[in-house]
C-alpha cells in the first residue's frame, strides 16, 4: 500500500515499498549501488582519478536497461547492461588500486 503512513507523537513519515519484479531491477539496482559505492570511495580521495561525468553513462544506461527489460525488451536490456558492466570495467577501472 504506497503512501501508507506511520508516526508516532505528530511525526509522520511515509514508508513506501519497493518491488523488485523483475531481474532487470534487481541486477540494475546491484550495478549502481556498486557504482555509488565506486564514486563515494574515490570522491574521497585526495587527487580523485575520474571524473563525475564519467559515471553518467554507465547510470543512464542502467535505468534504460532496466526500462528496456520491463518492456520485454530482453536482448535490448541484456546487451546494454553488458556494455554498461563492460564501460565500468574499461573506463573507471574499479579494480586498479594505485597505491
Same mark, same amino acid.
Given at each position: 500500500?504506497? /503512501?501508507?503512513?506511520? /508516526?508516532? /507523537?505528530?511525526?509522520?513519515?511515509?514508508?513506501?515499498?519497493?518491488?523488485v519484479?523483475?531481474?532487470?531491477?534487481?541486477? *540494475?539496482m !546491484?550495478?549502481?549501488?556498486?557504482l555509488?559505492v565506486?564514486?563515494?570511495?574515490?570522491s *574521497? $580521495? $585526495?587527487?580523485?582519478?575520474?571524473?563525475?561525468?564519467?559515471?553518467?553513462?554507465?547510470?543512464?544506461?542502467?535505468?534504460?536497461?532496466? #526500462?528496456?527489460?520491463?518492456? /520485454?525488451?530482453?536482448? !535490448?536490456?541484456?546487451?546494454?547492461?553488458?556494455?554498461?558492466?563492460g564501460?565500468?570495467? #574499461?573506463?573507471?577501472k574499479?579494480?586498479?588500486q594505485?597505491?
Amino acid at each position: 500500500m504506497p /503512501g501508507r503512513f506511520e /508516526g508516532s /507523537g505528530g511525526d509522520l513519515h511515509a514508508v513506501e515499498r519497493v518491488d523488485v519484479k523483475t531481474i532487470y531491477d534487481l541486477v *540494475t539496482m !546491484v550495478i549502481f549501488a556498486g557504482l555509488v559505492v565506486l564514486f563515494l570511495q574515490r570522491s *574521497t $580521495a $585526495a587527487e580523485p582519478r575520474d571524473h563525475m561525468y564519467q559515471y553518467a553513462p554507465p547510470a543512464i544506461g542502467c535505468a534504460v536497461a532496466n #526500462y528496456m527489460g520491463n518492456q /520485454g525488451q530482453d536482448w !535490448v536490456a541484456v546487451v546494454i547492461i553488458v556494455a554498461v558492466v563492460g564501460y565500468i570495467l #574499461y573506463v573507471l577501472k574499479p579494480f586498479n588500486q594505485a597505491l
